[in-house]
């Protein structure tokens, strides 16, 4: 006799409250159903004898032309220790799956296997083996997202014993950042909708960095519909950098250099000299001809890309980043060519994240995945994994993708046609979007 019954779900803010309150990650709602709208959704929930729900699910459909998949982002949202709970669930995901022809599952579940190198408890992972399911143990090949990810954890922290574990070059970038008095703008669903401009300059932004870095651009809406589907549990942030605020800023370091440099003068001239005063001054004047000078090169690069048309203000930066429970999940960034070295808007866009994870009370910052072997130094994006990992951030191995297959000649014949299917795909996405980007820059 089962212990547990398990039904689909049409309730959407028991299925979310229930993903949150149990460690589920943005992915595991039906916020995530409505920005992945090319997949047909479905939603499970299992309940105890008491009637009291222990587990949740979402399903991803998608038509996959030799039959039909089902994706469970990130896996289920249940105590997987609970081995009679998951088996049980497993038997009736069959059942249903048989029901409307699905091929497979396949689920990425939030199992860690390594942390920093180190082995993970993975027993969890023998719940759903029992269950039916199968572990892909090809860490390159995956259906959707990879199994590593560069992670921050803030419990423990506040935000200034943080930042003295992160790498010497954040805090450099920090003060690039502060030398040019780069600041942010934040906007959510609704305030997004009032400021559509907005949208165009972050789709720019995500443009210039598809073309230097090969990323995969988006569709504009896309971006849109990500802030928007979230409902409030993702935030839109741009960068800027102001050339009126940082002139004004010059002027008045320049206007103090030269009282620093006469108090200096009348020190060194006196017969008592005092050491100390004199030492202190000219620290000063250092951070301040240094912040100068920083801002001579932010100018003469600003000139030879605008010439005397310089905007006066300037998105170097943007990111959508969502919070949920107490996980903040970086999702999307990008920067501008320009000033990029000179003034680090990235580093101040991701401590900007950050503070907000911590001001929000997430215990984790998740930089996001990454492909390959990150320690390898021939692998593409060996850089952008150290840059992540300078963020007192954990290298993150899960157990990667596990499989519930209904038709294995169809889920077979599937995973050979992927990687070909993806290549044509992205070559496709890259055109589509080239062709917006030109066509949208003529209006």
């Known amino acids: ?46 309940y105890d004898e008491n009637n009291q729900p222990v ?18 982002p990130d896996g289920f949202v249940c105590d997987l220790m609970n081995e009679t709970l998951v088996v049980e669930f497993c038997a009736f995901m069959k059942s249903e799956m048989k029901k409307y022809k699905i091929c497979a599952m396949v689920c990425d579940p939030l199992i860690i296997e390594e942390l920093d190198g180190e082995k993970c408890d993975t027993s969890a992972v023998n ?5 039916g399911f199968t572990l892909n143990e090809d860490k390159n090949f995956y259906i959707v997202q990879p199994a590593v990810a560069i992670c921050s954890p803030l419990k423990g922290y506040t935000p200034e014993t943080f930042l003295k574990k992160c790498e010497k070059g954040v805090r450099h970038g920090l003060k690039a950042a502060a030398d040019g008095l780069l600041y942010t703008e934040s906007y959510d669903h609704i305030t997004l909708e009032q400021h559509p401009e907005k949208l165009d300059e972050f789709f720019t932004v995500m443009t210039e960095t598809a073309d230097r870095t090969e990323f995969i651009q988006r569709d504009k809406n896309y971006y849109k519909t990500m802030v928007t589907a979230l409902n409030g549990k993702a935030i839109m942030n741009f960068i ?64 030879e890309k605008y010439g005397d048309n310089v905007p006066e203000k300037l998105c170097l930066a943007v990111s959508i980043t969502s919070r949920f429970g107490k996980t903040a999940i970086c999702l999307y960034g990008g920067t501008r060519n320009i000033l990029r070295n000179t003034l680090r808007p990235t580093h101040f866009l991701n401590w900007v994240r950050i503070e907000d994870s911590f001001k929000q009370g997430m215990e984790i910052h ?5 492909t390959g072997d990150p320690h390898d130094e021939n692998n593409p994006l060996f850089g952008l994994a150290k840059y992540k990992m300078s963020y007192n951030g954990q290298l993150t191995e899960y157990v990667g993708d596990m499989y519930l297959v209904n038709d294995k000649f169809t889920f077979m014949l599937f995973r050979k046609l992927l990687p070909k299917v993806k290549k044509v795909k992205n070559t496709i996405l890259k055109k589509h979007i080239k062709e917006k980007t030109v066509s949208n820059s003529k209006k």
């Open 127 to 131: 719940s759903m083996l029992k269950g």
């Open 55 to 72: 587990l949740s699910c979402l399903c991803l459909e998608r038509n996959i032309k030799v039959g039909k998949l089902w994706y469970c």
């Open 1 to 46: 006799m089962s212990k547990y019954n398990f039904s689909a779900q049409t309730d959407m803010t028991k299925f979310n409250n229930f993903s949150e309150e149990n460690g589920g990650s943005i992915y595991q709602t039906s916020y995530w159903s409505e920005v992945k709208s090319a997949w047909k959704p479905s939603f499970y929930m299992g």
């Open 240 to 303: 800027y950098c102001d050339q009126k605020m940082r002139k004004d800023h010059c002027d008045a370091l320049a206007d103090k250099k030269v009282q620093l440099e006469s108090q200096l003068l009348e020190l060194e001239n006196a017969e008592k000299k005092n050491k100390k005063e004199i030492s202190a001054i000219k620290k000063e004047l250092d951070v301040i001809n240094n912040t100068l000078t920083r801002n001579e090169k932010v100018d003469k690069e600003l000139y």
């Open 366 to 370: 998740d930089l996001g995945r990454v």
